[in-house]
Nanobody, 120 residues
Framework: QVQLVESGGGLVQPGGSLRLSCAAS????????MGWYRQAPGKQRELVAA???????KYADSVKVRCTISRDNAKNTVYLQMNSLKPEDTAVYYC??????????????WGQGTQVTVSS
């Protein structure tokens, strides 16, 4: 069984910073792309940032200047550094990873989500 566990969310003032972490564990053979999505109340889930196993990155236009995705392959962990946070960044942030298990099946896995609230 594969699990993704996020951490690092919380309440922050506008202009503040947070670093989200997501660690994958379980019967993992290899991990391809890892990324972060977010979903605000009443809205669709959207991609924030993603990184391939080779280090290529993709960012949503709304966060490109303020966010940096990074990855520690030895720890099966992906990070999202978020700076200059705005109230519109408030959402539940979900980790996503494309993982091949030792059974050789490949699937997209999701974490349980971590709440980010930007408010004064």
């Amino acid at each position: 069984q594969v699990q993704l566990v996020e951490s690092g969310g919380g309440l922050v003032q506008p202009g503040g910073s947070l670093r989200l972490s997501c660690a994958a564990s379980g019967s993992i053979f290899s991990i391809g792309t890892m990324g972060w999505y977010r979903q605000a109340p009443g809205k669709q889930r959207e991609l924030v940032a993603a990184m391939t196993s080779g280090g290529s990155t993709k960012y949503a236009d709304s966060v490109k200047v303020r966010c940096t995705i990074s990855r520690d392959n030895a720890k099966n962990t992906v990070y999202l550094q978020m700076n200059s946070l705005k109230p519109e960044d408030t959402a539940v942030y979900y980790c996503n990873a494309n993982i091949r298990t030792y059974s050789l099946s490949s699937n997209a896995y999701w974490g349980q989500g971590t709440q980010v609230t930007v408010s004064s």
